[in-house]
């Protein structure tokens, strides 16, 4: 049975960091591209970083040089992180991860709330 299930999120202040986390259990995760998409409120969801199952990463320009996305192909479980430094208030949302933008699941997790605030 598929399942997302993203964690890590909290409050954290302006130019503070969190790293989130997304277990994507099912083997075939492992031959997925995939992504984290946040959707902050009143604006449609949008991706944010991706990554291809050989692990090579690519980000959206509002959040270059401050999140680095990585994974862990696990045999079962497959884990996406998402380490995000020098938050701003503009990254406050909340995350999802998925496959590729183009290529998603119908299914979301429950996404993992992050606030930006002092």
């Known amino acids: 049975q598929v399942q997302l299930v993203e964690s890590g999120g909290g409050l954290v202040q302006p130019g503070g960091s969190l790293r989130l986390s997304c277990a994507a259990s099912?083997?075939?995760?492992?031959?997925?591209?995939m992504a984290w998409y946040r959707q902050a409120p009143g604006k449609q969801r949008e991706s944010v970083a991706s990554i291809t199952s050989g692990g090579i990463p690519n980000y959206a320009d509002f959040v270059k040089g401050r999140f680095t996305i990585s994974r862990d192909n696990a045999k079962d479980t497959v884990t996406v992180y998402l380490q995000m430094n020098n938050l701003k208030p503009e990254d406050t949302a909340v995350y999802y991860c998925?496959?590729?933008?183009?290529?998603?699941?119908?299914?979301w997790g429950q996404g993992t709330q992050v606030t930006v605030s002092s």
């Open positions: 099912g083997s075939i995760f492992r031959l997925y591209g």
């Open positions: 998925n496959k590729l933008p183009g290529a998603t699941l119908d299914y």
